[in-house]
Nanobody, 116 residues
Framework: QVQLVESGGGLVQAGGSLRLSCAASGRSFNAYALGWFRQAPGKEREFVARIAWTIGRPNYADSVKGRFTISRDNSKNTGYLRMDSVKPEDTAVYYC?????????WGQGTQVTVSS
């Protein structure tokens, strides 16, 4: 079993920056991938970014490419989503996930609100 706790959400002005964190814990944590989705009001949850937990290139949705950066700190079992040049349309609840042993585990979500 894996537990994920997100933090770092909040209110930010358009053009600003924010960094989300996703702290993972569990007796046998051994994830092979970390990712982020988001869900805006009235919309379906959509993919934002993904990265392999060990090595590999990150993947991004076209809507965030060049503005968001996904990373992870293996020593801390923590993943991050750096959000730069944010736009009002980035407003959503952001969820992190990890893939391990054929299962996907989700965090509880953190609200990001971008004001214009």
């Amino acid at each position: 079993q894996v537990q994920l706790v997100e933090s770092g959400g909040g209110l930010v002005q358009a053009g600003g920056s924010l960094r989300l964190s996703c702290a993972a814990s569990g007796r046998s944590f051994n994830a092979y991938a970390l990712g982020w989705f988001r869900q805006a009001p009235g919309k379906e949850r959509e993919f934002v970014a993904r990265i392999a937990w060990t090595i590999g290139r990150p993947n991004y949705a076209d809507s965030v490419k060049g503005r968001f950066t996904i990373s992870r700190d293996n020593s801390k079992n923590t993943g991050y989503l750096r959000m730069d040049s944010v736009k009002p349309e980035d407003t959503a609840v952001y969820y992190c996930y990890v893939d391990q042993d054929g299962m996907r585990y989700w965090g509880q979500g953190t609200q990001v609100t971008v004001s214009s």
